[in-house]
């Protein structure tokens, strides 16, 4: 089945550490996959698309099609980077389904 | 230009009561969906649309009707509500028909005792 899976309900890291959040997925052909950030108060938005290969916020991704891994990394933690982090997978040309998310927390 | 926006934000609704959870967007954005965010589960698809006339079931539709007469609305019906039912719910929507990058709504917040 095709599926998404963040191992890592919250991880907790100091400012200025590296973070990795985690996602694997399942989907037979070639994946189309993002990751979506949502802050504090704030509405659910889209931090980045592997597509883009960019880097936004000082977060990358990279797609691993052997790993089936789309890890979201960043050198060094800001304060601000703490929200709950969500790995989704375009399912079909309809259909982008998400993974469980992660609670980033970073502790100063 | 609102976005997408979703009322109510909050609906404390009894058992078997039945409701509408509304979602209207000003981008003439061809795709729409609704989302239930549940703890540990993420986001699940519950329906969607690709275009006006156009709905079709995702994830987890048992339960809940959709219709799109018009190209900005989306209501979400819960025809007899049951306290699984209690979660946080998304509107979200997309320029083009296939689903791409996906712009949200604040989300609605219902508790059916």
């Known amino acids: 089945a095709q599926r998404v899976t963040q191992p890592e309900k919250l991880l907790s890291v100091f400012k200025g550490a590296p973070v990795e959040l985690k996602c694997n997925y399942s989907?037979?052909?070639?994946?189309?996959l993002f990751w979506y950030v949502q802050y504090s108060r704030q509405r659910l938005q889209l931090l980045l698309r592997?597509?883009s290969r960019e880097s936004i916020k000082g977060f990358t991704a990279d797609l691993n099609k052997g790993e089936t891994s789309f890890h979201l990394k960043k050198p060094f933690a800001q304060e601000e980077d703490s929200a709950m982090y969500y790995c989704a997978l375009k399912r079909s040309a309809s259909k982008i389904i998400f993974g469980s998310g992660t609670r980033l927390s970073i502790r100063p | 230009n609102a976005g997408v926006t979703q009322t109510p934000k909050f609906q404390v609704l009894k058992t078997g009561q039945s409701m509408t959870l509304q979602c209207a967007q000003d981008?003439?954005?061809?795709?729409m969906s609704w989302y239930r965010q549940d703890p540990g589960m993420g986001l699940r698809l519950i329906h969607y649309s690709v275009g006006a006339g156009i709905t079709d079931q995702g994830e987890v539709p048992n339960g809940y009707n959709v219709s799109r007469s018009t190209t900005e609305d989306f209501p979400l019906r819960l025809l007899s509500a049951a306290p699984s039912q209690t979660s946080v719910y998304f509107c979200?929507?997309?320029?083009?028909?296939?689903?791409?990058?996906?712009?949200f709504g604040a989300g609605s917040r219902l508790t059916v005792l």
């Open positions: 979200a929507s997309s320029f083009s028909a296939g689903a791409n990058v996906l712009t």
């Open positions: 989907y037979s052909g070639s994946p189309e």
């Open positions: 592997h597509i």
């Open positions: 981008m003439n954005h061809e795709y």
